[in-house]
């Protein structure tokens, strides 16, 4: 993943692909790699999934698993829970079932049971399961500027970050702010 806001480090390990997958889409100013279905399939053969070319509605499932992600992540950064977001990600998940595997170093994991797109999702939601158990999860945060919402992950010791890059997003918020209590008062 390239041109990360604020010159932030991307997620560590295998959380790096859920961060990519949900900037699939730049929200303020695009593009969505997952508006078209070759898009959607450049952005799995760039990450590795030799996938035949998936149909439209692998496509709008990948938005919809993509947006309940994000929304989630909107709740790493003090955002209401999203009981919908909660709930589209586990329907997804029944779809995608994982298996423990071992990779080329000997370490254990999880991995889809599956191939193609769905064992792309698999893969995308082991991560999470992986990212939990390891505590890291929580790091990965949406962006507070609702204009933004950019997945980036939380390295402050206190985990208090807020925005993907202060200089842009928090500038934007703290100058909104001032304006409007300067409106009020």
Same mark, same amino acid.
């Given at each position: 993943?390239?041109?990360q806001?604020?010159?932030?480090?991307? *997620?560590? =390990?295998?959380?790096?692909?859920v %961060?990519?997958?949900?900037?699939?889409?730049?929200?303020?100013?695009?593009?969505?790699?997952?508006?078209?279905? /070759? @898009?959607?399939? =450049?952005?799995?053969?760039?990450?590795?999934?030799?996938?035949?070319?998936?149909?439209?509605?692998?496509?709008?499932?990948?938005?919809?698993?993509?947006?309940?992600?994000r929304?989630?992540?909107?709740?790493?950064?003090?955002?209401?829970?999203?009981? *919908?977001?909660?709930g589209?990600? /586990?329907?997804?998940?029944?779809?995608?079932?994982?298996?423990? /595997?071992?990779?080329?170093?000997?370490?254990?994991?999880? @991995?889809?049971? %599956?191939?193609?797109?769905?064992?792309?999702?698999a893969?995308?939601?082991? *991560?999470?399961t /992986?990212?939990?158990?390891e505590?890291?999860? %929580? $790091?990965?945060?949406?962006?507070?500027?609702?204009?933004?919402?950019?997945?980036?992950?939380?390295?402050?010791?206190?985990?208090? @970050?807020?925005?993907?890059?202060?200089?842009?997003?928090?500038?934007?918020?703290?100058? $909104? *702010?001032?304006?409007?209590? $300067?409106k009020? @008062?």
């Amino acid at each position: 993943m390239k041109g990360q806001p604020g010159n932030r480090a991307i *997620a560590p =390990g295998r959380l790096a692909l859920v %961060q990519s997958f949900v900037n699939s889409l730049n929200v303020e100013f695009g593009p969505d790699e997952f508006a078209t279905v /070759e @898009g959607f399939g =450049g952005w799995l053969r760039r990450h590795g999934f030799d996938v035949p070319a998936p149909g439209e509605l692998d496509r709008r499932e990948a938005v919809i698993l993509r947006e309940a992600l994000r929304a989630l992540l909107r709740e790493h950064n003090g955002g209401d829970a999203d009981p *919908a977001a909660r709930g589209t990600v /586990e329907h997804v998940a029944r779809g995608c079932p994982l298996v423990v /595997e071992f990779d080329g170093s000997g370490a254990i994991g999880l @991995g889809p049971a %599956q191939h193609g797109v769905r064992g792309a999702f698999a893969t995308v939601l082991a *991560a999470v399961t /992986e990212s939990v158990i390891e505590g890291s999860w %929580q $790091r990965l945060k949406a962006c507070h500027e609702h204009a933004c919402e950019w997945a980036f992950y939380d390295r402050s010791r206190n985990r208090t @970050g807020r925005w993907c890059s202060m200089e842009i997003c928090g500038t934007r918020s703290k100058m $909104r *702010a001032y304006r409007e209590s $300067r409106k009020r @008062g």
